[in-house]
């Protein structure tokens, strides 16, 4: 399977400040990217999917201003989330899809707290 | 629309019993792709087996297998003799094929106690 990397994995920052969380695909390049959020023992919801080059198509009910999605190559997505509040902590994870593959990949997630 | 049924919550089993993981998908696509992924305490989704509409053949690998039914919608997955490493939450999800979206089910909580 495909190699994906997340960073940071652990985040904790102060209300009201912007986090920027990294999903790279180390060896495929993918044409398509995931960003997901879970909460404790629950399913993941799809926030949005990325193209390269395109903007990216975000899910009913996610704030595009809240948070931003940036695929600027094919192996490279961030995700923003902006001025966080305490309602955002979550465990985010991206998804890696294309180069010929049927197969959705997983980065290992970022866990991000807000105080 | 796409749907994903986990109707099991938690299985708690001891070592060396077998847990069948059950999975119901609706669909109204012709082609699609039926996936299970394991979430360790870790967080991080391992990909364990894709399969196509068009295959129904049963699937062994290791002490994991799965059981594709198309007329009963269902993709059940079972682990032989299981380990404490199999601990995990479990994940069933479809896609149709067209844009590698997944729809996932609520996921199985799997607890093997030694």
């Known amino acids: 399977g495909a190699v994906v990397?997340?960073?940071?994995?652990?985040?904790?920052?102060?209300?009201g400040t912007s986090v920027k969380i990294e999903c790279r695909s180390l060896d495929f390049q993918a044409t398509t990217m995931f960003w997901y959020r879970q909460f404790?023992?629950?399913?993941?919801?799809?926030?949005?999917?990325?193209?390269?080059?395109?903007?990216a198509t975000y899910e009913q009910g996610v704030e595009k201003d809240k948070f931003l999605i940036n695929h600027?190559?094919?192996?490279?997505s961030t995700l923003t989330v902006t001025s966080a509040h305490p309602e955002d902590s979550s465990f985010y994870i991206c998804g890696v899809a294309g180069g010929g593959t049927d197969t959705q990949y997983f980065g290992p997630g970022t866990r991000l707290t807000v105080l | 629309a796409q749907k994903v049924t986990q109707a099991q919550t938690e299985i708690s089993v001891v070592e060396k019993e077998d847990v069948t993981l059950d999975c119901v998908y609706e669909t109204r696509d012709t082609t699609y792709y039926l996936f299970w992924y394991k979430q360790p305490p870790s967080g991080e989704l391992v990909f364990l087996?894709?399969?196509n509409s068009f295959d129904e053949q049963n699937e062994i690998s290791g002490r994991y297998s799965w059981n594709f039914q198309k007329s009963t919608s269902s993709f059940n997955f079972t682990i032989t003799a299981s380990q404490v490493v199999d601990s995990a939450v479990y994940f069933c999800a479809l896609s149709?094929?067209?844009?590698?979206?997944?729809s996932f089910g609520a996921g199985t909580t799997v607890t093997v106690r030694a």
């Open chain 1, 5 to 15: 990397s997340q960073h940071p994995s652990w985040v904790i920052c102060k209300s």
């Open chain 1, 40 to 55: 404790p023992k629950q399913s993941l919801m799809l926030m949005a999917t990325s193209n390269e080059g395109s903007k």
């Open chain 1, 72 to 76: 600027a190559s094919l192996t490279l």
């Open chain 2, 49 to 51: 087996i894709r399969r």
């Open chain 2, 96 to 102: 149709d094929n067209n844009d590698y979206k997944l």
